[in-house]
């Protein structure tokens, strides 16, 4: 029997962890402005969770593909950096991990 250690697992769905990142959307009344607005950031970061959960995927063999993976899991954690990228609309191209100066001994060097 399988039994999961739930602490530390994250659940949510995109259009939460949109919501989460974009806010509530504006009202009825709000300016067209602003309306637009919400829906150029909302529409950013669906498409960053999107290049992150589904372009970015991968067995996690390597120690990187390890890295790749937990960037993405964590992708709720990045939320001030994505919105200092959204004021400068910035977009993600790519994702790059490199191995920490700071690691343990033998802790995956040498692995493929």
Do not use: H
Not at 2 to 18: C, D, F, I, K, Q
Not at 36 to 61: M, W
């Amino acid at each position: 029997m399988v039994v999961p250690e739930l602490r530390g697992a994250y659940s949510w769905s995109t259009g939460a962890l949109v919501r989460a990142v974009a806010g509530e959307p504006p009202a009825e009344s709000a300016l067209a402005g602003q309306v637009e607005a919400f829906e150029a950031k909302a529409a950013a970061v669906r498409g960053f969770l999107q290049k992150t959960y589904y372009e970015l995927r991968n067995l996690g063999i390597a120690a990187e593909e390890r890295a790749l993976n937990y960037a993405a899991t964590n992708a709720f954690e990045v939320e001030r950096v994505f919105e200092a990228a959204c004021r400068e609309s910035l977009e993600l191209d790519t994702v790059e991990v490199e191995r920490s100066r700071i690691c343990r001994l033998d802790s995956g060097r040498g692995q493929a």
